[in-house]
C-alpha cells in the first residue's frame, strides 16, 4: 500500500471521515483507541489519515502521510456484534496479516456505504 494518496483514480475510491479504532494488532488485542479518521480506500489499500483540520486538497490538505495503512487483500468485513462496541453501525474488519479494526459512523448511510465499498474491494480483489 502507498505512503502517501493519490488522487482518485477509479469510481471504486472513496473517502471520508469515520471513526476508527484497532482491536487487534498482528494477533494480538490492543487497547482500544477511538479516533476520527479521514479515511481513504484506493484500491485494495485502506489508508487512514488524521481526522482534523480541514484543508483543500481531496484528502484533507496538509496531512497528506497515513497514519496507517492497510491491506485488503485477503481480509474480510462483517457488521460487529455488540460485544465488540456499545456503538452503532461498526464495522468489523479483519486482515490477513491479523490486524482487526473497527470503522464506525453514527450516521448509517454513511457506515453502509463503507461496508459496500469495503466488501466490493475484497472480492474484487480475492484473487490478487
Ligand atoms: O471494549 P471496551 O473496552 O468496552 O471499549 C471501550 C474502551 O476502550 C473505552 O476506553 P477506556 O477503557 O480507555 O476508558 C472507550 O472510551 C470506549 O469508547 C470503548 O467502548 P465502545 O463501546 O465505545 O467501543
Not at 38 to 58: R, V
Given at each position: ?13 472513496k ?11 498482528n ?14 480506500l484506493q ?8 481526522g482534523?483540520?480541514g484543508?483543500?486538497?481531496?484528502f ?11 491491506d ?10 455488540k460485544?465488540k ?44
Amino acid at each position: 500500500c502507498p505512503s502517501s494518496p493519490k488522487p482518485p483514480s477509479s469510481p471504486s475510491d472513496k473517502s471520508g471521515l469515520v471513526n476508527v479504532t484497532k482491536i487487534t494488532e498482528n494477533g494480538k488485542k490492543v487497547r482500544k483507541n477511538w479516533t476520527s479518521s479521514l479515511t481513504i480506500l484506493q484500491g485494495s489499500c485502506l489508508l487512514f489519515t488524521k481526522g482534523h483540520g480541514g484543508g483543500t486538497s481531496w484528502f484533507g490538505g496538509s496531512q497528506s502521510k497515513p497514519e496507517f495503512t492497510v491491506d485488503l487483500r485477503g481480509g474480510s468485513v462483517e457488521w460487529a456484534s455488540k460485544d465488540k462496541s456499545s456503538k452503532k453501525h461498526v464495522i468489523e474488519l479483519k486482515t490477513r496479516q491479523g490486524t482487526e479494526l473497527l470503522i464506525q459512523s453514527e450516521n448509517e448511510s454513511v457506515a453502509s456505504e463503507w461496508f459496500r465499498a469495503l466488501q466490493e474491494t475484497i472480492s474484487t480483489h480475492a484473487w490478487e
